[in-house]
Structure formats: C-alpha cells, structure tokens
C-alpha cells in the first residue's frame, strides 16, 4: 500500500485481514470495479457502507493505490465536512479526510465539461501550502501560519461518484477519498505576515457567482473550524504527516452547489485576502 506520503493513523496502521481487531477493507474486486466505474463517469455502489472509520480509512488506502495510475502521485490531503451543516447534512460529528492528486489540479479558467464526473459537484474551498515540516509540532492555528508558506484561491470539482439511493455517510466518503476529482487553482498568494494572514482568513468574505454575475453563495471564512487553518490542524490530529511542498484543501466555504446551476460558469472572490483574489471555471455543455 501507498504511505501517503507520510500518511500514519492514530494508534498505528491499520492492519488487513479477518478478525474483530483488525478493518475489513473493501474487496480487491469491488475496488476494481469502483475505478472502472470512476473512469467512465459511471454512479456506482458504495465502498464499505456498514463499515468503521476503519474500514473506510484501509479501503481509502487500497483505492489511492489503484487511482495513482491514472490521477497522479499524491501531491497533499483534503478534508471534507468542515463546517457544521455539512456534517449534518452527511450525518458526521467531525470532518473527513481524503488526498490530492497531481493531475486533478486546473489552471484558474479552465473550461471542464458540466457532467465532468459521474455526480458532478463544485464549491468554493481555498488551498494551503506546507512551507515546512515545522508544522507537525503545532498544536494551535497561531503556531500552524508560521509554516505555511501561501493560500491559493481554489474551486474545488468533486464527484460524489456512489449512485442515486446509495449511502453517502461520513464512512463511504473517506472510503471513496472525499470524492475528489478535479480543481481549478488560482495564484499564489505569499504568507507574508502570518498573524495578519492568519486573521484574514477568518474574516474573508466568500463569494460565488454564477456565469451572469448572481450571488450563489456566501460565507466567511470562519464558517471552516473557525479559521481555515484549523483544517491542517484536523488532518495532522488523524495521523496525517505535513511535508513542504504539501497543498491542503480545507474544505467548503459555503454549500456543495450543482454545475449546471452556474449557467455556463462560476468565479470565486476572496474579498479580505491580499488583493481580493478571484478563481474562475467554466462549464462547457
């Protein structure tokens, strides 16, 4: 299996094969059978639906190994359900936790296909960039800034991939990687002074429009644990090891919306960071 680069599980790895102590990941045929679907934009079965956070986190493993072929090395981690109704909505108490791939990254404007994935999804969310493995020793937001070295705008396209009618719970979406799919990447933006950046990333304002300029939603930033950087902070809390170089996606900033909603396209404003970056994707028919 892949170390996620540097991936290791409170407590210890999880171990494969029978027995109540031990997860009970998801078959080799039905993981098989997952990324076959996930190629063709196919819905399909839910991966280890009355499984443990367990189950879900060895079958995460089995599956990275069989999808890295096809989207790349692992290039960082993303959590999911980061903000309370979301956690409601998926009936979850804490966040999620899934990977990056390097060919799921878009330039800021790329034009991507409305029914891009099997159950195609988009939200505003906002990447970090590990400056340097210091980051491991933070046990605060404060302490985390000073080894995150820029945020990037992001427009994240995830793809919920399981079909009409199937479970997607808290233990399916970590099986399945927190449906990552695709990302538009906006420029970098420098952390220059930490404690300032820091504090604007709680306060940002968050805003999605759709492609004729009308408001589709908004939140600040705070509306992700209080401050994005807390995201970091939930990943290393599960084990999640930070190397430089590593992007974290820190979730949703206001709600999972539909591309066809966006009317031809959708952009992202980030008024409160430095110069009120802005990230656009367009949803080609």
Do not use: W
């Amino acid at each position: 299996m892949t170390d996620f680069r540097g991936l290791l599980l409170a407590g210890g790895l999880v171990a494969v094969g029978s027995g109540a102590a031990l997860a009970d990941c998801a078959s080799d045929a039905a993981i098989e059978t997952y990324v076959a679907d996930y190629l063709s934009k196919t819905p399909t079965a839910a991966l280890v639906p009355d499984g443990t956070m367990d189950d879900a986190q060895c079958t995460q493993e089995k599956l990275v190994d069989a999808l890295i072929p096809h989207l790349g090395e692992v290039i960082g981690y993303k959590a999911g359900l980061t903000s309370k109704p979301a956690q409601e909505r998926f009936g979850a108490t804490e966040p999620v936790a899934g990977v990056l791939y390097a060919n799921m990254m878009l330039e800021d404007g790329a034009a991507v296909p409305v029914n891009f994935g099997a159950r195609s999804l988009f939200e505003a969310d906002l990447i970090l960039v590990i400056g340097d493995d210091g980051i491991n020793g933070a046990a605060t937001a404060e302490e985390a800034i000073m080894h995150i070295s820029a945020v990037h705008p992001f427009i994240e396209l995830p793809d919920i991939v399981y079909a009409e009618g199937q479970p997607i719970t808290d233990v399916t979406l970590t099986a399945n990687g927190v449906a990552a799919r695709m990302g538009v990447l906006g420029a970098a933006i420098p952390v220059e002074d930490p404690d300032v950046m820091l504090a604007a990333l709680a306060a940002m304002t968050v805003t999605v429009r759709d492609a004729e300029g009308t408001v589709m939603s908004e939140a600040p930033g705070a509306a992700v644990l209080g401050n994005p950087v807390n995201a970091v902070l939930f990943l290393m809390s599960k084990g999640y090891i930070m190397q430089e170089g590593d992007l974290i996606s820190v979730g949703s900033i206001g709600p999972l919306l539909a591309p066809p909603q966006a009317k031809g396209g959708a952009s992202v404003t980030y008024v409160g960071l430095p110069g009120d970056p802005v990230v656009t994707v367009t949803f080609t028919e």
